[in-house]
């Protein structure tokens, strides 16, 4: 497995003509993260993972200074992965413009970045899109894979990029149902089986046992709420007879905790 810096060296690499499958990370890898990996390799000759806590998609007030760095712990699992190249690039090689982005280029397509996570993380999304295409333009990959754990932010980038297959990987769960998470970490015991009620819930909502009152009741017994929603799975907007696909959404707070989670059915 190689490991590389730099950009150049990064573009030199790629300069041959396998398929290369590309899987973006901020690190703090789980099963979930791996499995990405696996699904990579299915997809393409050679993987590359970046490593990367990318500070455009955290607010002021937001964890990008403690958010879990385990550089060894991942280089240890991306072994043992069909993983043939890491790509592990500086702020500075990424954003040598101080991270100018014009998000004039969305303003017709605006509401997807502000509904969901983006009414409490307004930053995010746009934070996100900025990193994912500077590195798709400096890796040129022909395939990448998102999680749908982060369904939102798979669906927007199937939309706002170019050139690359994007691939939509299933959630990676814990035993309890909890969706995997680099921030489960913040959790301690107590909170680690409270939170494994959000996937519960939803899978209620799924199998019609609890209508959008009754689960919003049930999530507020446990955690403060951010959002629920039940949409179209397709275009993140509301039902309609067309729907074929409805997404359950929702992120709440445990504590200081935000825990995202979807059902796709
Ligand atoms: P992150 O390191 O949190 O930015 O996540 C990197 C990628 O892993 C994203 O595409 C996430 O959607 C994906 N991911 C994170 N957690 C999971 C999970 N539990 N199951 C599947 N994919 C995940």
């Not at 955690?223 to 067309?242: P, R, S, V």
């Amino acid at each position: 497995m190689k490991i590389i810096n730099n950009i150049s060296e990064m573009q030199n690499w790629r300069n041959d003509s396998a398929k290369i499958a590309f899987v973006p990370t901020m690190g703090g890898l789980h099963q979930g993260h791996l499995s990405l990996i696996d699904l990579a390799k299915k997809n393409a000759d050679k993987v590359v993972v970046s490593i990367f806590v990318n500070p455009t998609q955290f607010a002021q007030h937001e964890d990008f200074g403690t958010y879990p760095r385990t550089m060894d712990a991942d280089l240890a699992a991306l072994e043992l992965s069909p993983t043939d190249l890491v790509f592990i690039p500086n702020t500075h090689d990424i954003y040598p413009d101080n991270a100018v982005f014009n998000q004039d280029e969305f303003a017709q397509d605006k509401a997807l970045f502000e509904i969901l996570c983006g009414k409490s993380r307004p930053h995010f999304f746009y934070g996100v899109l900025q990193v994912v295409r500077r590195l798709f333009a400096i890796i040129h990959p022909d395939v990448a894979v998102f999680g749908q754990k982060d369904y939102q932010q798979l669906h927007i980038i199937k939309h706002f990029t170019s050139g690359t297959e994007i691939i939509g990987a299933p959630i990676v769960r814990e035993d309890n149902g909890l969706a995997m998470s680099t921030r489960n970490q913040y959790l301690n015991a107590d909170e680690y089986k409270i939170a494994s009620k959000l996937h519960k819930i939803l899978k209620q909502i799924e199998r019609g046992e609890l209508d959008l009152q009754s689960a919003t009741e049930q999530l507020q017994r446990y955690f403060k709420l951010d959002y629920l929603e039940l949409l179209d799975a397709n275009t993140l907007k509301k039902i309609t007879d067309n729907t074929s696909k409805i997404a359950i959404l929702s992120a709440v707070y445990l504590n200081k905790v935000r825990l995202i989670d979807n059902i796709i059915f």
